[in-house]
């Protein structure tokens, strides 16, 4: 259970505790931003006898990725075994009061250097004015003083200073030497305890990642382990693969159930830390595996996963069979993935979820039917429904991967398209075509609604060149056209984007309505083919032949 204790310091035990690594910075701490004015406000607040609140402290002798450098300073690290104050309150007064104290000049992000020592007394101002100052032109020579030199210089130094100035600087030197700095110590605390204070006391700033929390935690300098850099490292190695948007929270989802069987919040704070660093090459192994797997099946960016949190049971699965599935096993794995993503399984309760799903893929690796507790839709009425074309929705990145398992050609010379995740991030982005064209449909269709043009079932992948170049507005039948002449198998390009052929799907005529049927109902065999059944989903094929499309409202 965590102690509360005094932990008030005076100016030279805090001073002292700093420069010998007692006192850090948590890394979970935002970077040091007061300026040299804030600091002069603080130190005029101590002269005047004003509060500056008190600084609160995690004592132990964890060891946690701290901040080791303010600015430039290079402070060292404590002995081991020694207790560490941490500091989760008071981060920006106590960097102030150590830059201006010892005059540092601190390096900024922007590599603005700006110089602490350039803070002065005011040997004239009067109770009511600034005693302490950050601009000193126009005063007289004389008439104030460095802080630093101030606090380090000796009586000679002050020689030339007139006689009157004397009580005022001694009086000035001994009120921050015998300040009492009020601090309070939070003792015997678990880390998720601390770092809950922390976001408590900063209920103007963000709280805490469970990620950021943990980089602090698992932190080891003897194994050089720092979980942010590795993490980093692990994203460098990704972004080769496209894969770099993974989430750092899925990875410690993944870590957790694979020494735990668990992964909520309080069980990955929980892990032990040695356990943790002894696990990391195996799951950046079994993350990579899985990320070769989905790029092999036909997913070839990370942002059109369905799910991020999809990389953890798949991570699974390869941490116990490191080889690529074969036969049943691949069969099952595929159902797996196409369950979890048209069965909207990850939309909430994700710990739970894939505290479950683990025990499917057991029985995967076993070779062994899991029974699904939800059911799934594959019928044309279900996607159509609830195709309406959003970026963030399960439903559509389980189709788009479908349109990518294909392998999309280019309209104009049948090559390859190249997909980017920069590219995929909003509706509107490069990859994404709009097979009759949104501003086409508005002015020729203006009696089909706008959800039914902007649907996933009229969406193409292909190139950003192509889309804004060569398509832009123009009806179907005419671009449609235009690439015929300069592509001689447009038909099998044409295959590779789920559509048959340009004459029966109604293209050559405009014909939106056979369009959109034509392709809905291809679509929904496709996804159909990749699910093994069970009594409770709805995949049986329906035509859509004679049903007028702009007759149903939207449900999505």
Same mark, same amino acid.
């Given at each position: *259970?965590?102690?509360?204790?005094?932990?008030?310091?005076?100016?030279?035990?805090?001073?002292?505790?700093?420069?010998?690594?007692?006192?850090?910075?948590?890394?979970?701490?935002?970077?040091?931003?007061?300026?040299?004015?804030?600091?002069?406000?603080?130190?005029? #607040?101590?002269?005047?006898?004003?509060?500056?609140?008190?600084?609160?402290?995690?004592?132990?002798?964890? &060891?946690?990725?701290?901040?080791?450098?303010?600015?430039?300073?290079?402070?060292?690290? %404590?002995?081991?075994?020694?207790?560490?104050?941490?500091?989760?309150?008071?981060?920006?007064?106590?960097?102030?009061?150590?830059?201006?104290?010892?005059?540092?000049?601190?390096?900024?992000?922007?590599?603005?250097?700006?110089?602490?020592?350039?803070?002065?007394?005011?040997?004239?101002?009067?109770?009511?004015?600034?005693?302490?100052?950050?601009?000193?032109?126009?005063?007289?020579?004389?008439?104030?003083?460095?802080?630093? @030199?101030?606090?380090?210089?000796?009586?000679?130094?002050?020689?030339?200073?007139?006689?009157?100035?004397?009580?005022?600087?001694?009086?000035?030197?001994?009120?921050?030497?015998?300040?009492?700095?009020?601090?309070?110590?939070?003792?015997?605390?678990?880390?998720?305890?601390?770092?809950?204070?922390?976001?408590?006391?900063?209920?103007?700033?963000?709280?805490?990642?469970?990620?950021?929390?943990?980089?602090?935690?698992?932190?080891?300098?003897?194994? +050089?382990?720092?979980?942010?850099?590795?993490?980093?490292?692990?994203?460098?190695?990704?972004?080769?693969?496209?894969?770099?948007?993974?989430?750092?929270? #899925?990875?410690?989802?993944?870590?957790?159930?694979?020494?735990?069987?668990?992964?909520?919040?309080?069980?990955?704070?929980?892990?032990?830390?040695?356990?943790?660093?002894?696990?990391?090459? =195996?799951?950046?192994?079994?993350?990579?595996?899985?990320?070769?797997?989905?790029?092999?099946?036909?997913?070839?960016?990370?942002?059109?996963?369905?799910?991020?949190?999809?990389?953890?049971?798949?991570?699974?699965?390869?941490?116990?069979?490191?080889?690529? %599935?074969?036969?049943?096993?691949?069969?099952?794995?595929?159902?797996?993935?196409?369950?979890?993503?048209?069965?909207?399984?990850?939309?909430?309760?994700?710990?739970?979820?894939?505290?479950? @799903?683990?025990?499917?893929?057991?029985?995967?690796?076993?070779?062994?039917?899991?029974?699904?507790?939800?059911?799934?839709?594959?019928?044309?009425?279900?996607?159509?429904?609830?195709?309406?074309?959003?970026?963030?929705?399960?439903?559509?990145?389980?189709?788009?991967?479908?349109?990518?398992?294909?392998? %999309?050609?280019?309209?104009?010379?049948?090559?390859?398209?190249?997909?980017?995740?920069?590219?995929?991030?909003?509706?509107?982005?490069?990859?994404?075509?709009?097979?009759?064209?949104?501003?086409?449909?508005?002015?020729?269709?203006?009696?089909?609604?706008?959800?039914?043009?902007?649907?996933?079932?009229?969406?193409?992948?292909?190139?950003?060149?192509?889309?804004?170049?060569?398509?832009?507005?123009?009806?179907?039948?005419?671009? *449609?056209?235009?690439?015929?002449?300069?592509?001689?198998?447009?038909?099998?390009?044409?295959?590779?984007?789920?559509?048959?052929?340009?004459?029966?799907?109604?293209?050559?005529?405009?014909?939106?309505?056979?369009?959109?049927?034509?392709?809905?109902?291809?679509?929904?065999? +496709?996804?159909?083919? &990749?699910?093994?059944?069970?009594?409770?989903?709805?995949? =049986?094929?329906?035509?859509?032949?004679?049903?007028?499309?702009?007759?149903?409202?939207?449900?999505?």
């Amino acid at each position: *259970m965590a102690i509360i204790e005094n932990g008030d310091k005076k100016y030279s035990t805090l001073l002292n505790e700093i420069e010998t690594g007692q006192i850090k910075i948590p890394q979970f701490q935002r970077q040091f931003v007061w300026g040299l004015a804030s600091s002069a406000k603080l130190i005029d #607040s101590i002269l005047k006898g004003y509060p500056i609140g008190t600084f609160i402290y995690w004592r132990t002798n964890e &060891r946690l990725r701290a901040i080791r450098d303010i600015g430039n300073i290079k402070l060292p690290e %404590p002995k081991e075994g020694e207790f560490v104050n941490y500091v989760l309150d008071g981060q920006q007064r106590i960097t102030s009061l150590f830059a201006a104290l010892r005059g540092e000049t601190i390096i900024r992000d922007n590599g603005k250097h700006e110089d602490f020592s350039s803070i002065y007394i005011d040997l004239d101002a009067q109770k009511d004015e600034d005693i302490v100052v950050v601009e000193v032109v126009g005063k007289k020579p004389f008439t104030y003083v460095k802080l630093t @030199d101030l606090m380090n210089q000796g009586r000679r130094f002050f020689n030339d200073f007139p006689e009157k100035y004397d009580d005022t600087i001694d009086n000035y030197r001994e009120i921050l030497q015998s300040y009492q700095f009020k601090g309070i110590n939070l003792k015997q605390a678990e880390i998720d305890i601390a770092t809950e204070v922390f976001t408590r006391l900063n209920v103007g700033g963000r709280d805490l990642t469970l990620f950021e929390i943990m980089v602090a935690k698992t932190y080891d300098p003897q194994r +050089e382990f720092d979980l942010s850099e590795k993490f980093d490292e692990l994203r460098v190695e990704l972004s080769q693969s496209k894969y770099d948007t993974i989430s750092a929270s #899925s990875i410690l989802q993944l870590t957790s159930l694979l020494l735990e069987r668990e992964c909520k919040r309080k069980t990955i704070l929980k892990l032990e830390k040695q356990k943790f660093i002894d696990t990391w090459f =195996e799951v950046v192994e079994c993350v990579k595996s899985a990320v070769d797997f989905f790029r092999s099946y036909g997913i070839p960016v990370s942002k059109l996963l369905p799910y991020n949190a999809l990389i953890v049971p798949f991570g699974y699965f390869f941490y116990h069979h490191p080889n690529n %599935p074969t036969g049943k096993k691949l069969q099952l794995l595929e159902d797996f993935f196409w369950r979890v993503s048209l069965g909207f399984r990850y939309s909430s309760a994700v710990e739970g979820k894939l505290v479950q @799903d683990i025990d499917k893929i057991d029985q995967i690796l076993r070779e062994e039917q899991p029974r699904y507790e939800w059911s799934i839709n594959t019928t044309p009425d279900f996607i159509k429904n609830n195709g309406y074309f959003s970026t963030g929705k399960s439903l559509t990145k389980a189709i788009l991967c479908l349109y990518t398992i294909f392998k %999309p050609k280019s309209f104009d010379n049948h090559l390859d398209v190249n997909i980017d995740n920069s590219w995929l991030k909003i509706a509107t982005s490069k990859n994404y075509h709009h097979f009759f064209p949104k501003s086409y449909m508005r002015k020729n269709k203006p009696e089909v609604e706008y959800w039914l043009y902007n649907h996933i079932v009229n969406i193409t992948i292909v190139d950003g060149y192509l889309n804004k170049n060569k398509i832009r507005a123009k009806a179907p039948s005419q671009y *449609m056209s235009e690439f015929s002449n300069c592509n001689i198998n447009l038909k099998d390009t044409m295959k590779t984007h789920l559509i048959d052929d340009l004459e029966t799907y109604g293209i050559l005529e405009n014909d939106y309505d056979l369009f959109f049927n034509s392709r809905l109902n291809k679509i929904s065999k +496709e996804l159909t083919a &990749r699910i093994i059944p069970q009594e409770s989903d709805s995949i =049986e094929l329906i035509t859509y032949e004679d049903i007028e499309i702009q007759d149903e409202g939207r449900s999505s």
